[in-house]
């Protein structure tokens, strides 16, 4: 079969994968409980009243023109990391198109199933069992936004990650990432008191290595062509359940950032010949008199 824009790959290639598979193994034990809202995914659950407002709202500041009702309707947004769906769902219902994607089947089983709840989320949301690279590589597609929550911790690559969202990103599209800092603070509270003694989350789903400080996050966007629009800290509240936004990056924090624009096209009159373009300025008032090489 001839390549053509739908079918044709992207030149990328790569011998090693941003997925990391102790990482998988960890996902995989528990691909059938992310829609129990009291179990090991609850914190992702109630995370959701914080970041679904954050996405939903700053693409809205950035656009002039939604629906009431499906106010992300005509944006195509690619949930990398979805899991079992708990952010897609969400996005699908404010209008979005979303492609979901994970390296782990059964999360991919588990969120299709759940997705088949609800009719309106059928035809608004697609998951696949794949990873960013493979997405790269497989396809020419490009998407408006891409979210990855609470994953950049867990990739063996951060920096291949980081240039797979420029390579499927729009120019101008929104990156949305939520991740943990590497911080004293963050090995207290995340790893000793959050995974060994309070069992928010289990034991060993994060490794305090890779925790990801802001500022060298900020440095690999900046390098892969994003510009950072935002930053803000998140804060856990065991005790309620809850999430708020904090000052304090010193823990868990949420990112926008916006891929740099295309280049400027040469306008018309850049690429005529000096004699035309002298032509043109001459012309360009007069209804009907422009050349059809200067538009
Ligand atoms: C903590 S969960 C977050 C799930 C979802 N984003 C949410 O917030 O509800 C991390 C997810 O990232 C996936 N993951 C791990 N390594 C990945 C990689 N290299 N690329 C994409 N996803 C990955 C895991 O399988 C898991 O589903």
Redesign the pocket.
Known sequence: MKSNIFTAKRPFSTSH????SE??KK?QLLAHKWWDEEGE?AA?HS?NDIRVPFIRDTLLSMSSNYQLGNPLSGIKIL??????G??SEPLGRLGASVTG????ED?IRTADRHKSFDPVLAERIQYKSS??EEIVEDSMETFDVIV????VE???DLEM?IKCCSQVLKPEGSLFITTINKTQLSYVLGIVVAEKIMGIVPEGTHEWEKFVPPEELERLLESNGFSVRSMKGMLYNPLSGSWSWVQSTSLNYALHAVRAGAPPQPHATDTLPETDVQQHSATAGTAGTVPDSAV
């Open positions: 994968s941003s997925v990391d990482e998988i996902f995914y992702l995370m949930d990398v990391g979805c899991g079992g708990l952010l994607i994970d390296p782990v999360n990873s960013l990855a929550s609470e994953v867990h990739v063996a990650f």
